[in-house]
């Protein structure tokens, strides 16, 4: 009789202890400063019940493209003019959770030290992608290098240019591979994400940079079906919390703003 009460106690401490199993949450990130922040909630997380597991992606495309999928849960890497065009153009209806941080997006050279030391038909590099051409050029534009034909359009590419004063020659390439041409132009647009991993810092080394009051919000995205889910939620909240926000301003140091 005591074997089989003893028997019986096990089977439930087992039955409990598998419905009280975290719930997995499988989330694509690029390495900085994404996959750094969403690796301080990860504790945080396992405490409410959510076991985050993070997928570091180098590229903008293929997290998008998994979530829509369903192959990953959600993502921390976009702002909402490129999640926007992103569904625009490749069909999915990804949508935002939570804005979390402002990367501060800038132009850096090795062969000037001052913008207005760029000289006639001088080559400078920006993203090729939609939203991040236009950022790079709105930046350029207010600088006083170039002026666009809509001075809002955030989808501008070169050919939106109204006035090249200086007769600048844009080469464009995809966001990951920009550092790496810095030193054969004369001004490079990198987004703030691939400038850290470069070994740049934005508040020390760009020659125009956006202010913190940039509307380029970095967003968790998910799906229509699951942003609302319980783990979603959670990792919302801690990716907002003080916590979160301490740790962005100390180890970033203006490179990358809390929006929150």
Known sequence: MKKVLLFTALAAALTAGFAQANEKLIVAATPVPHAEILELVKPTLAKEGVDLEIKVFTDYVQPNVQVAEKRLDANYFQT??????????????????????????????????????????????????????????????????????????????????????????????????????????????????????????????ALIIEDAKSPYVNFLVARPDNKDSAAIQKLAKALTSPEVKAFIEKKYNGAVVPAF
């Open 80 to 205: 909402l003019p490129y999640l926007e065009n992103f569904n625009k153009g490749k069909g999915t209806n990804l949508v935002t959770v939570v804005g979390v941080h402002v990367e501060p997006f800038g132009g850096y050279s090795k062969k000037i030290k001052n913008i207005s030391e760029l000289k006639d038909g001088a080559t400078v590099a920006i993203p090729n992608e939609g939203s991040n051409s236009g950022r790079a050029l709105l930046l350029l534009q207010k600088a006083g290098v170039i002026t666009l034909k809509d001075p809002t359009n955030a989808l501008a590419t070169p050919k939106d240019i109204a006035s090249n004063p200086k007769n600048l020659k844009f080469k464009e390439l995809e966001s990951a591979l920009l550092p790496r041409v810095l030193d054969q132009v004369d001004l490079d647009l990198i987004n703030t994400n691939y400038a850290l991993e470069a070994g740049l810092n934005p508040a020390r080394d």
